[in-house]
């Protein structure tokens, strides 16, 4: 079983930066992709960015795409999301999650780290 554990969310200005990590744990070799998903209070869930765990091949959000960056330490099973040029509507809760398959259902979840960006 895949475990995932969020830190790094917190309050920042609009325009600031946060780091947000992923500390996996279990077996990860199986993995064939994390996300970074977040929920905002009234709004679905949106994915924000993926990484394949192998290749590296990421992808992103329209809405975050040039300000957000998914890296990943394989060695380390650690998943980053750095958050530059922070807008308000980047409030939410950010999770990360495992896509085991490779079908985009994303098998295991974290259990959220808080963003508050004050405008």
């Known amino acids: 079983q895949v475990r995932l554990v969020e830190s790094g969310g917190g309050l920042v200005q609009a325009g600031g930066s946060l780091r947000l990590s992923c500390a996996a744990s279990g077996p990860m070799s199986s993995t064939i992709a994390l996300g970074w998903f977040r929920q905002a209070p009234g709004k679905e869930r949106e994915l924000v960015a993926r990484i394949l765990r192998g290749p590296g091949y990421t992808s992103y959000a329209d809405s975050v795409r040039g300000r957000f960056t998914i890296s990943r330490d394989n060695a380390k099973n650690v998943v980053s999301l750095q958050m530059n040029s922070l807008k308000s509507e980047d409030t939410a809760v950010y999770y990360c999650?495992?896509?085991?398959?490779?079908?985009?259902?994303?098998?295991?979840w974290g259990q959220g780290t808080q963003v508050t960006v004050s405008s």
């Open positions: 999650a495992a896509d085991m398959d490779g079908n985009r259902s994303y098998e295991y």
